[in-house]
């Protein structure tokens, strides 16, 4: 649609207009190679636990003699299934977001209540854990861009923080104010991510090893839908950590000043 557009507009500049065809395709080559790229990673990691699926309903079968086994096959099928619906759940997640771009049509998103959905998100694991999340700095502020697509993005956070966590341990929710953007950061105390690691964590499907830690429900999506809403609210998304003592998470987002003007207008 795009670049139809674009070189309807150069039509009269001749030479120039071939230039403009040439740039697009290479662009459209890229985007298509991005997409095969993803189907086929989908496929993958879609058949694998299917396959761990099918193979434990054989074992069930087999052990239909032994209780004992037949319950811990049916244990491992359910964690399974679980990640299975959790896996669904993102890619569509992610293919919803590759839709739309916010900066179309922003809306000013509270940053109050859209941090307290993503904390009462993880709050019943989190309280299971005796994991304690806790939310400080500014009141009041918005974000502007898409309140679903920023519930999510904290959200993802949030659900990191408390799964790659300690028990007992404390989670961090922290906003600031800037003159043009609102940062969120997540402080954990958790294991940590290895410096060679931390430039592949928002790759879709990137997992560090999974024998590190407890958590092994996870898809290695969370992180790149993440950056995917940074990247369409024109943020961005940062982290620092230390291996074995805990990482920080700052998702920067465009701020929107409506509120504070009409209170200046007010006061
Ligand atoms: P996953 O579903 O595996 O959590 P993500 O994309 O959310 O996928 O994260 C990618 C990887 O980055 C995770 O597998 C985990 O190893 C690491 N990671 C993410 N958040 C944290 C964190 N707060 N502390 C330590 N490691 C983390």
């Given at each position: 649609g795009q670049a139809r557009h674009v070189t309807a507009r150069v039509a009269p500049l001749g030479t120039r207009q071939v230039l403009v065809l040439v740039e697009d395709r290479t662009r459209e080559r890229r985007v298509e190679a991005i997409r095969?790229?993803?189907?086929?990673n989908v496929s993958h990691e879609l058949?694998?636990?299917?396959?761990?699926?099918?193979?434990?309903?054989?074992?069930?079968?087999?052990?239909?003699?032994?209780?004992?086994?037949?319950?811990?096959?049916?244990?491992?099928?359910?964690?399974?299934?679980?990640?299975?619906?959790?896996?669904?759940q993102q890619i569509i997640?992610?293919?919803?977001?590759?839709?739309?771009?916010?900066?179309?049509?922003?809306?000013?998103?509270?940053?109050?209540?859209?941090?307290?959905?993503?904390?009462?998100?993880?709050?019943?694991?989190?309280?299971?854990?005796?994991?304690?999340?806790?939310?400080?700095?500014?009141?009041?502020?918005?974000?502007?861009g898409n309140q679903e697509q920023v519930t999510v993005a904290i959200g993802n956070l949030v659900a990191n923080a408390v799964a790659y966590s300690?028990?007992?341990?404390?989670?961090?929710?922290?906003?600031?104010?800037h003159e043009q953007s609102v940062e969120i950061s997540v402080t954990d105390q958790g294991i940590g991510i290895p410096a060679g690691e931390i430039d592949?964590?928002?790759?879709?499907f990137y997992?560090?090893?999974?024998?590190r830690h407890r958590s092994t429900g996870g898809t290695g999506l969370g992180l790149s839908i993440v950056k995917h809403v940074a990247a369409t609210h024109g943020g961005d998304i940062r982290v620092?950590?230390?291996?074995?003592?805990?990482?920080?998470?700052?998702?920067?987002?465009?701020?929107?000043?409506?509120?504070?003007t009409n209170q200046e207008a007010r006061t």
């Open positions: 095969r790229d993803f189907v086929a058949k694998t636990p299917v396959g761990a699926i099918r193979l434990l309903a054989e074992a069930v079968q087999d052990a239909s003699e032994d209780p004992e086994a037949v319950e811990r096959f049916a244990g491992r099928m359910i964690t399974e299934s679980d990640r299975l619906s959790r896996l669904v997640e992610l293919s919803r977001l590759q839709g739309d771009n916010p900066l179309d049509e922003p809306s000013p998103v509270p940053l109050d209540s859209v941090v307290a959905t993503a904390v009462d998100a993880t709050a019943i694991d989190a309280q299971h854990r005796g994991i304690s999340v806790v939310t400080s700095g500014d009141p009041g502020l918005e974000v502007l300690p028990d007992r341990s404390s989670v961090l929710v922290a906003t600031r104010a592949r964590i928002f790759e879709r997992r560090i090893d999974p024998a620092w950590s230390v291996e074995g003592q805990g990482s920080t998470f700052t998702l920067t987002l465009p701020r929107n000043h409506a509120v504070r």
